[in-house]
């Protein structure tokens, strides 16, 4: 009795141990996935902040506030714009790149996300690991523009009075870097002629600065001089989509203007903060689905020219390194850098 009374109580000792040593393992783990869990239920809970690198007045914020709109409808949480220019976007996207992974900063962006990775030689940032690829909002095309005023109406006069003044010719953009810039610039390469860029911080000051006559051309997104031309202050020239944009079917495209095969559209892209749970990104990617299929989206964004393009967070990533390979070409042989 004495020695089955010994036994028994050994078992339990033992079952005992068992069970603390799978407590000390099981247990911090399981409080290490509850609050992941439970941030992920609660998301959002507060205000979010989309940065927009770029001056306000200019085509991106167009599609960044109302995208926030839709956004905050679908989210149940206010949803802000910040403008952050400069750096050919790097400013704001650093803003973004170094916020906490929570999904409450994100960062409305352009093709000069994928342009930046070759064209910066030392980015404060990864392009592929400071961020969280949520959605692909969509594409639309750029314009060369000028004054109803200029004597500039084709393509081939543009040409033409480049050639026959090398670098006396001026064009606006938003920025070192930008998407707007790059196709300058691939007008450059292609055309075989030498034109001499502004940049500015934001297209709203180049938009200026063309009315006033400072400078000769702009390189801008439909979705920013839409308006302008449409009121007969601008003159497009010219669109850089392979087909002419249904909004605009008057205004040629540069490939058929004389300049065959060139192609400078622009994307636009949401991107969270590099490390937030991919439950987050999946709410955001939702939200930013619904918010493009709004009526006022397509009613303000749509009829400027851009066609929404949502699809998945993996879907952006496949489409990112394709950008990045695309652009590094134009960067390489046109020897361009910011630094």
Do not use: C
């Not at 400013?91 to 000069?112: E, R």
């Not at 961020?131 to 005023?149: C, E, K, S």
Request: glycine share 10%; hydrophobic share 45%.
């Amino acid at each position: 009795m004495n020695t089955l009374h010994t036994g028994a109580r050994r078992r339990i000792l033992l079952t005992i141990s068992s069970l603390a040593s799978f407590a000390s393992f099981a247990l911090p783990a399981l409080m290490t996935l509850a609050p992941a869990s439970a941030s992920a239920q609660a998301f959002p809970s507060r205000v979010i902040r989309i940065v927009a690198p770029f001056t306000a007045g200019g085509g991106t914020d167009l599609v960044a506030r109302t995208l926030a709109e839709g956004m905050a409808k679908e989210l149940g949480q206010p949803v802000i714009v910040e403008n952050k220019p400069g750096g050919g976007t790097v400013i704001g996207s650093d803003m973004v790149a170094k916020a906490p992974g929570d999904g409450y900063t994100l960062l409305l962006t352009t093709s000069a996300h994928a342009i930046n990775t070759s064209l910066v030689k030392n980015l404060p940032y990864s392009t592929d690991k400071s961020f969280a690829n949520v959605a692909l909002v969509g594409r639309g095309p750029n314009m060369l523009v000028t004054r109803t005023d200029s004597p500039y109406k084709t393509i081939k006069d543009v040409l033409a009075a480049a050639r026959a003044n090398p670098g006396k010719l001026t064009y606006g953009s938003s920025g070192n870097g930008t998407a707007v810039h790059l196709a300058g610039e691939l007008f450059k390469m292609m055309g075989k002629v030498d034109l001499t860029h502004v940049p500015y911080r934001g297209a709203g000051p180049a938009y200026t600065d063309l009315l006033g006559g400072q400078i000769d051309f702009v390189f801008a997104t439909a979705a920013g001089v839409g308006k302008f031309v449409e009121a007969g202050k601008m003159r497009a020239i010219a669109v850089t989509s392979t087909a002419r944009s249904p909004q605009w079917p008057q205004v040629p495209t540069m490939a058929e203007s004389g300049l065959p095969g060139y192609e400078a559209d622009v994307w636009y892209a949401v991107f969270a903060s590099g490390g937030t749970p991919p439950d987050v990104v999946a709410k955001l990617n939702a939200a930013v689905r619904k918010a493009t299929e709004a009526p006022v989206f397509r009613t303000r964004v749509e009829s400027e020219g851009l066609v929404a393009a949502v699809g998945t967070p993996q879907e952006l990533t496949t489409y990112l390194r394709a950008e990045e390979v695309r652009w590094r070409k134009v960067v390489l042989e046109g020897k361009l850098t910011i630094d």
